[in-house]
């Protein structure tokens, strides 16, 4: 296993061939690099939405409320929607069932009730009923919205190469020519404020 900030410096070490000089820090910053392994990271869990489930990991919640019911305000955010939420369960031992809201107005609809619902809604778990205590949610993060020594679980592609399927996928992204020259307009744009 690995952390996200090791990553990162791993990512930026190779792209650099080394050592990594202040230049090439510049050039790929540790967020554009975060920000190509959160699409990496994405790409990974729903194109491999069965493995998913092993990359996941639990973080738990403060219930708040306000006018319209009981919810948990996800942060970080699943890095693919409701699909990277596989686990629901409040400290009375109470499971609830994921759903985007269309699936919730659905099932609302033809039940007549939807009791036992956590509604994926934007950054929010909305509930249909009060949970009991905190809420701990089982699902795979935001790598973006991650601390840095969070631990990065790269499940295993079918070729068996989780972690360094990840890190090639990220040094091909960043070393394409159209991501290059994206880098150099934005360096250069910031560099005479027409960004």
């Known amino acids: ?8 410096e791993l990512i930026q070490n190779r792209l650099s061939g080394g050592d990594t000089p202040n230049d090439y820090r510049r050039l790929y910053p540790l967020p554009v690099i975060s920000r190509v392994l959160n699409f990496a990271f994405a790409d990974l869990v729903t194109r491999r939405p069965d493995l998913a489930i092993d990359m996941a990991l639990p973080y738990t919640f403060d219930v708040e409320s306000n006018t319209s019911g009981y919810y948990v305000t996800l942060d970080p ?40 619902a956590a509604i994926y809604d934007t950054n929010r778990l909305l509930f249909n009923k009060q949970p009991q205590g905190d809420v701990t949610v089982i699902m795979v993060p935001n790598v973006y919205q991650m601390n840095d020594n969070d631990v990065l679980i790269a499940n295993s592609d079918a070729d068996g190469r989780g972690e360094m399927a990840l890190f090639g996928l990220c040094l091909q992204v960043l070393q394409t020519r159209e991501f290059q020259d994206d880098l150099n307009n934005n360096s250069i744009d910031a560099q005479y404020g027409r960004g």
């Open 1 to 8: 296993m690995i952390t996200k900030r090791q990553m990162l």
């Open 77 to 116: 955010q699943p890095i693919a929607g409701s699909m990277a939420i596989f686990n629901v369960e409040d400290e009375g031992q109470n499971f609830y069932n994921v759903q985007s809201k269309q699936m919730a107005k659905e099932i609302r609809i033809m039940r007549g009730s939807n009791k036992d």
